[in-house]
T-cell receptor, first 114, second 118 residues
Framework: GENVEQHPSTLSVQEGDSAVIKCTYS??????FPWYKQELGKRPQLIID?????GEKKDQRIAVTLNKTAKHFSLHITETQPEDSAVYFC?????????????FGQGTILTVHP | EAQVTQNPRYLITVTGKKLTVTCSQN?????MSWYRQDPGLGLRQIYY???????DKGDVPEGYKVSRKEKRNFPLILESPSPNQTSLYFC?????????????????FGPGTRLTVL
């Protein structure tokens, strides 16, 4: 089955700096790659996603890049703010017409210091 | 208000006592899924359902059962709970499970159920 590795497990940055979280996946048939943000004690929320027919997607300060050949994708957060502090999860969706089966990475604890 | 609800939110039980965690969504979503979250392991998918009467295994289905008899409900059943099933459980739903490739199909999570099996 699919295996998703996420790095780093913790990331500490100063406010205004950029943060990058990387994930690798094993199943070349995976074609859907979402990123979720989970604040302490809250439920995960989708922040951005990308499909395998697109190399990059951007939404304001957040961007995701995908390298299908190398089987890795990354989350980029620019101009970080204290409210960006949370746990971030990447995931890979099984191949096919939908993302029915989703495999998640282990999570990255991002801390943004004011 | 559009939402995913789970009940109960907290449950302490004993080994072997059958339990059901309910999940309901009011958004007419086709896709529903169950996850468990454990420290250091992230979220792991237990089962998912693409529509009524259509269910399939995720990465960790052992010890769990699900059913999808109606579109809005997707209960998680633990026939004989064991201590290794102590975890935080999330139900989630999305409109069409990502089948529309031209649009983001946001998966909405419920508030979570914290289960302790003694």
């Amino acid at each position: 089955g699919e295996n998703v590795e996420q790095h780093p497990s913790t990331l500490s940055v100063q406010e205004g700096d950029s943060a990058v979280i990387k994930c690798t996946y094993s199943d070349s048939a995976s074609n859907y790659f979402p990123w979720y943000k989970q604040e302490l004690g809250k439920r995960p929320q989708l922040i951005i996603d990308i499909r395998s027919n697109v190399g990059e997607k951007k939404d304001q300060r957040i961007a995701v890049t995908l390298n299908k050949t190398a089987k890795h994708f990354s989350l980029h957060i620019t101009e970080t703010q204290p409210e960006d502090s949370a746990v971030y999860f990447c995931a890979a969706g099984a191949g096919g017409t939908s993302y029915g089966k989703l495999t998640f990475g282990q999570g990255t604890i991002l801390t943004v210091h004011p | 208000e559009a939402q995913v609800t789970q009940n109960p939110r907290y449950l302490i039980t004993v080994t072997g006592k059958k339990l059901t965690v309910t999940c309901s969504q009011n958004m007419n979503h086709e896709y529903m899924s169950w996850y468990r979250q454990d420290p250091g392991l992230g979220l792991r998918q237990i089962y998912y359902s693409m529509n009524v009467e259509v269910t399939d295994k995720g990465d960790v289905p052992e010890g769990y059962k699900v059913s999808r008899k109606e579109k809005r409900n997707f209960p998680l059943i633990l026939e004989s709970p064991s201590p290794n099933q102590t975890s935080l459980y999330f139900c989630a739903s999305s409109l069409r499970g990502g089948q529309d490739k031209t649009h983001t199909d946001t998966q909405y999570f419920g508030p979570g159920t914290r289960l302790t099996v003694l």
